[in-house]
């Protein structure tokens, strides 16, 4: 069943890891793939890999946190395709983790500007454009951090909590439209973000998953597939869990 036939979707820091597979899952099922990272040749390359995969692919190099990318992505996509139809905000990154009085506010900035206003910018574009059609998909990637908090990585647990915040502000303002707004809160997912991380760091989080295992890349491109789908109808404002069974709400 290929559920994006003739959408057009736009897939932030899709240059490796758990974006490139949800515009691989996208693609797959028909969509039309914009994606961006801040590293041009990566996206680049992302892109020719998705096009060898017969998916129409774009690639956006940019960083997402400034206004000036996201309203090119939101541009290309409309010129190329003259439609928009997902977005799925996927950038993040942990920043350093210590314990909060160790932390200059300078991190908190840094990883806020990533995690929160690069997906503020990207939904603030993308939506007039849905809102013309009536019909939208967006998902934001949240995470398990911003539902319980991780000690020692306080920008990235808050940042994420306030993804969780957004989510559900801009689902009831869209409510009444063809709009759906959700996020999920993954627990660890092997990639290449968690080499920010220390060993010790990574054998805390994942003692906390009842599964004993990090997720996988296809499972959360799986879910990604169904919320960014018009099988997604009912749902906004909500949290999705992809935890292994962490998540205690």
Known sequence: MRRF?????IVTGAGSGIGLGIAERLGSEGARVLITDIDGA?????AVALAKQGVDALAVAGDTAEEATAACAAAQAMDTWGRLDVLVNNTGI???TAPL??????ELDR????????????????????????YGRIVNMAS????EGNPNMTPYSATK?????LTKTLGKELAETGIRVNCLTP?????PIWEQTTQAQMDMLLARIPMRRSGEIEEVAALVAWLASAECSFSTGAVFDISGGRATY
């Open 42 to 46: 990566v996206a680049d390359h992302a």
């Open 144 to 147: 398990i951090a911003g539902k």
């Open 187 to 191: 627990a660890v997912v092997r990639t």
């Open 5 to 9: 036939e003739d959408q057009v979707a």
């Open 101 to 106: 009085w160790e932390l200059p506010v300078s």
């Open 161 to 165: 909590a306030a993804v969780i915040g």
């Open 111 to 134: 990883v806020y500007a990533v995690n929160l206003r690069g997906t503020y910018l990207f939904c603030q574009k993308a939506v007039p454009h849905m809102l013309a059609r009536d």
């Open 94 to 96: 942990i920043g350093n």
